[in-house]
């Protein structure tokens, strides 16, 4: 049983293109994340989100945006991709009450070309 | 802003040898301070926490860490490393106070020697 997971794993796109990233929770989680994880390893918050307020990093171009069709998912969607944005994004999700224990999923890792 | 420093990139322990990896952490007040771990190609799953309290956290797979705040920092410590235990360790810190983010550090490898 999967407690977070994303789809899909691996994803190679070009320049330009609009891709969508999903992201699933069976834990009964009401707040959910979206994280980016560089060729560094560095990892850093790009969005936080529950079925009240959606809370966005300052840093996120706005070509990305969370979408949330229902309190289990949270997807990704990043339009005109570029170079810059390869990457592994890992989503999250914590309990209502305790945002700080965060469960991850797998992650997807993004190669744009 | 809150922050974190992980100042070593990578350590190679022998299998049965005690760990200690570095974290400090730049913050005004008390934080919430975390252990996350990354096996290759997983998530991150939490080793353990600190809110407050007793400054001596124990977690899963035989993992402790103990806040100081003397010194800023919430060292992870396990008195014998399995090879399983070769992965990525992440500290992260939180203002708390509703605050949902989670700021991490860098990050430090851990390699075993079998």
């Known amino acids: 049983d999967t407690a977070v997971s994303q789809t899909p794993k691996y994803l190679v796109t070009q320049m330009g293109n609009d891709k969508s990233i999903k992201c699933e929770q069976n834990?009964?989680?009401?707040?959910m994340y979206w994280y980016k994880q560089d060729s560094k390893k560095f990892l850093k918050i790009m969005f936080s989100y529950n079925n009240k307020e959606l809370i966005i990093n300052e840093t996120v171009p706005n070509r990305f945006s969370p979408k949330s069709p229902d309190k289990a998912h949270l997807n990704l969607h990043i339009n005109s991709l570029e170079l810059g944005d390869s990457a592994v994004y890992f989503c999250?999700?914590?309990?209502?009450?305790?945002?700080?224990?965060?469960?991850f999923g797998p992650g997807t890792r993004l190669t744009v070309t | 802003a809150q922050s974190v420093t992980q100042p070593d990139i990578h350590i190679t322990v022998s299998e049965g040898a005690s760990l200690e990896l570095r974290c400090n952490y730049s913050?005004?007040?008390?934080?919430?301070l975390f252990w996350y771990v990354q096996s290759p190609g997983q998530g991150l799953q939490l080793l353990l926490k600190?809110?407050?309290?007793?400054?001596l956290v124990q977690g899963i797979k035989g993992f402790e860490a103990e806040f100081k705040r003397s010194q800023s920092s919430f060292n992870l410590r396990k008195p014998s490393v399995h090879w399983s235990d070769a992965a990525e360790y992440f500290c992260a810190v939180s203002s708390g106070a509703g605050s949902y983010q989670l700021t991490f550090g860098k990050g430090t490898k851990l390699s075993v020697i079998p």
């Open positions: 834990l009964g989680h009401d707040t």
């Open positions: 600190y809110f407050s309290g007793d400054t």
């Open positions: 913050y005004g007040a008390t934080p919430y």
């Open positions: 999250a999700s914590s309990q209502a009450g305790n945002p700080y224990e965060q469960y």
